[in-house]
């Protein structure tokens, strides 16, 4: 399937996780950032999984006090230096009894530095300080607070939980954007000055690239992460894999991957030293769970620094199956292929191709549309959706159908346009309307089958499907303009 037209897929997927949220909002419990979704506010209960997938605890993050001066002097900030504290909850919701460290409690400053936790002699008798325990039992919560030493002006950006070496599960997230997948990422020494430039050029997830002697276990896939380091400072800079951290939706840290690739055009990303000026571009492959993707990807040592570098599944560009910004190898080749596209154009395919181009790019606009439109199902907290909310979704879903009914397609497209209106825009617009009736007499079965409704729903874009045969018909019927409609909608 040509590389446009997998837009459509990223979207049905988007819309297919409509669902699963709206029926964690009818059961009252929690919800877990299961998505990865951007953003953890103050007061979010975040759900703690264990390895079995099941939750173990929720952790929530209920205040930050920033500067916190309520410290006797015997314990005051060094020269340079201020106090923040983070008052925290966390609730044993499993059967078994675990381990409570409030070392394990990362809070990350806005220059992407890890601050360290001092000891205070509060003046407040009744501040509390987080206590450790061995064993936090069934049903039980711990309630204290959490010191943190800040360099300057720098504010907390986020709090990590990590218990073990793979365990980075976000339970406070303050930024105030995400990072797309192609951002330049700054990364700064203990001076302030810039040090590196980090870009995630590109995540296919699921990565298949790879000869059968390296396939994953059974359970697992790959997703590969296509990556540019930069060093921009005055010193050599050592680079590795083990910089990088990829973390699921579940807070688990991947290691990567020796995958033996059918396509090393981009090689490996290896341990080198890079001298001032020099970038080291390449691939890391991870192995991932079945239905467990990637939430982001961090750089640093995890000890005295880590910079969020891309935050995958808050990526405007995710949902498809693979998920890229340009890749620094193909960005010439990207603007050639507009060249050679629009040469191609001048000549075209068949009368029954006019305006193929104008009514694709139209198409491309309404999904773009679609995926703002659902995109706050991936932020907000579920349980602040109501059936007004939900409805109104699905109502704005079936004026997109009218709208791509009406769009005049060429007489090539006539058939994937009325598979994007019926099969798509009207059947999501009904079982999104399911969904909300079901909120409206609060029947979580109900909700169920309305989820399961609209995954029916993007099975059309599934490979062999209505939708992919029809875009191979018209690509078939119209190359040229097929190929113009695929690099301007990528330019």
Known sequence: MRRIFALAALVALTLGLIAPSLV???TGTPAADSTGSFGVPLGTAVSYIGSDGAEVGSITVSSITDPFDGFDQSSAPQRGYHYALAEV??????????????GAFMAVDSDGFVAQQPYIT???PSQTALEYTDALAPGDSLT???PYSLFGGATIDGLLYSPSYDRVVTVLDLRTAPVEIGTTVSILNTSGAETAQVVVNSVTAPFEGYDASSAPPRGGTYVAVEVTVTNTGASVLSVSPSDFWVIDADGFVLSSSYVTRTDTTVPDYDYIDLN?????????????YEDVPIARIAYGDGYTTINVVADVSASSSMGAPVTTAPPVATAAATTAAVSEATIAADVASSPECAGVVDWGLDL????????????????ADASTLDPATVRD?????????????ASNPPAAATELNTIMTEQFYYALADSVDQIAGALEQNNAAAALAGQMAAQDVTKVFDEGGLYDVATQALTTACPNEVDQ?????GS
Not at 276 to 288: F, R
Not at 365 to 377: M, Q, S, V, Y
């Open 276 to 288: 001032p000026g020099d970038s080291q571009h390449g691939i890391l492959v991870y192995q991932i």
């Open 122 to 124: 509060f003046t407040d």
């Open 393 to 405: 979704v699905a109502t704005q879903l079936r004026t997109m159908g009218d709208e791509q009914a």
């Open 485 to 489: 409609l695929d690099a301007q909608a």
């Open 364 to 379: 491309v606009d309404r999904i773009g549309k679609a995926a703002e439109l659902t995109a706050p199902f991936q932020t």
């Open 144 to 146: 204290g607070v959490i």
């Open 89 to 102: 909850t966390i609730t044993n919701t499993s059967t078994r009894p675990f381990e409570v460290n409030p």
């Open 24 to 26: 964690s909002a009818q």
